[in-house]
């Protein structure tokens, strides 16, 4: 397939890495240039390009930045995109810790409705419960004991399918995580939430979050990324 990743951080490079070694045409771009990406393009084989032609011709993009910086990314980044390109939403939103505040988000949005709404193409949540490290070392081929689950979650049926695909080649079980309303139960803080689950401890606790716990949810993995940044800042 020809993927274009936009943001070539901890996730976006993983996946590069990943996907080229998968014989994928891969091209990456993030806010600065390729200038600012020829290490990247060493470490994952991928092409770097510009934001602009990093849409152009694929056929699956993977959006890879922080929450915040998605209403930075270009008005009509999508208008030259193919009508049926497949977008992959790996983000989170993490406000004060990483994020400014999203009044969007805060008054209680679903994250990839809100990602969907900005980007103005549907999107499949998929690759943003797990941390970067697992993504990168934890998989294997289909059928090992253990096999950590990935939940991917989208509205449309065939975009699902060729992720939920691109999940099981890349080393992992892919599960259905609903519609992208039902996207909360992979959001930062659920049970679901960067665990490292195989597949039948991953439906069980998608099934288990509870919508009334929505900001509890967040204010928790809150309390853990800063506990993380504290841990980090003193080491
Ligand atoms: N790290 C994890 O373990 C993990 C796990 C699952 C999901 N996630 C989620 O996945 C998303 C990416 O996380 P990450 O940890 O990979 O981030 P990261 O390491 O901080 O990298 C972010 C990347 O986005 C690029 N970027 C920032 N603003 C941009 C813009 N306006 N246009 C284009 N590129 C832009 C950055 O490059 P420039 O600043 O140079 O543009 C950088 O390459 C986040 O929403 C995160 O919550 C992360």
Known sequence: MKIGIIGAGAIGS???????KLGHEVRVANSRGPESLAK????TGATVVGIADVVKG??????SIPEFAIANLPHNLFSGADEDVVVVDTGNYYPDVRD????ALDAGAIESQWVSEQL???VVKAFNNIVAASLRDKGVPAGTPGRVALPVAGDRAESKAIVMDLVDTLGFDAINGGSLGESWRQQPGTPSYCHDLDAHAM???LADARPERLAQYREEALARA????AARAKA
């Open 14 to 20: 993983t996946l590069a890495r990943d996907l080229v």
């Open 40 to 43: 990247i393009a060493v470490a």
């Open 58 to 63: 694929a056929q699956l993009v993977v959006v």
């Open 100 to 103: 400014r505040r999203i009044p």
């Open 120 to 122: 103005g193409r549907p």
């Open 203 to 205: 439906k069980r606790a």
């Open 226 to 229: 800063r506990a993380v940044l």
